[in-house]
């Protein structure tokens, strides 16, 4: 067994699993209806196949006996930090966190539940977006991503799939911040010993084990037109090898002017010559 059974209460009762709606390698997230305040939310599990077990009465079996209890104990760490990074965020393009809580020998926090579809399920179905919607969706997704680098936060996993697009409104909301780094200063050098990265999405300074050592918007600027690329294409940019041989340059040409340059100068590989801010990749737009 490992995601919760339909139908599952947690906190005392408060919360009613009703099925699950998100995955990763480190957690769950449910759809779940809050009893007590009768509405639906999303309710994130930490939770990671390779560390943990569950039993038959949904508690977690932590492996605190073998080898993995230290890799569980980190893990559960990770999860409690990024509801804290999150819980004082609040701004229109950024999921809305409430609360934290223990159940099952784990942790959990509730989240304001979006009703829509990610971004690369639009993208999908639509085999690419017409330039001006990709570019009005990413603009608002940087005015998320400038207020978290403004709480010195990095996101460091921005992609299609981390992007909610609200039912009715289209309105994008960033979510996922399970790689997310806080730095108490721009300054500050952090111990960044684990990261799961998306591929096509993620820098090469990402992939180096200092990579995250330091406070980098560039590196999410990397990413943003990343997924600016993938939007209007309809399929994911190419490769890092493949960007440093010029594919990049080629496939950007039946874009305008200025989304090509836009594009092309947030993807660089050396990420001294990206936009240095998020403000200077939206002028560039």
Known sequence: MS?????????????RIL??????????????????????VAIKESFSPNKCIRDNNAKIVNGRIDKNSDKFDSCQKRFVDEYNMLKNMIHPNIVRVY????????????????EGKSL????????????????????????????????????????PNNI?????????????????KKYKSKDEKLDNSYRTLTIAYSPLELFEKDGMDYF????????????????????????????????????????????????????QIIKDNRPSDVGAFVNML
């Open 3 to 15: 995601e919760l059974k339909k139908g599952t209460l947690l906190d005392f009762g408060r919360y």
């Open 19 to 40: 099925k699950k709606i998100g995955s990763g390698g480190f957690s769950y997230v449910y759809l779940a209806e809050d009893i007590k305040e009768k509405k639906y």
């Open 99 to 114: 609360d934290l809580f223990e159940d099952n020998h784990t942790y959990y926090y509730t989240m304001e539940y979006i």
């Open 120 to 159: 690369n399920e639009y993208i999908k179905h639509e085999n690419g977006l017409k330039e001006q919607v990709a570019v009005n969706i990413i603009r608002e997704v940087c005015k998320a991503i400038s207020d978290v680098h403004n709480h010195n936060i990095c996101h460091y996993d921005i992609n």
């Open 164 to 180: 909610l697009l609200r039912k009715g409104t289209m309105q994008p909301i960033l979510i996922d911040f399970g790689l997310a």
């Open 216 to 267: 980098s918007p560039q590196s999410d600027i990397f990413s943003l037109g990343a997924t600016l690329y993938t939007a209007i294409i309809g399929s994911p940019p190419p490769s890092l090898k493949e960007i440093w041989h010029g594919a990049l340059k080629e496939n950007v040409k039946k874009m305008s002017l200025k989304v090509q340059n836009a594009i092309i100068a947030s993807m």
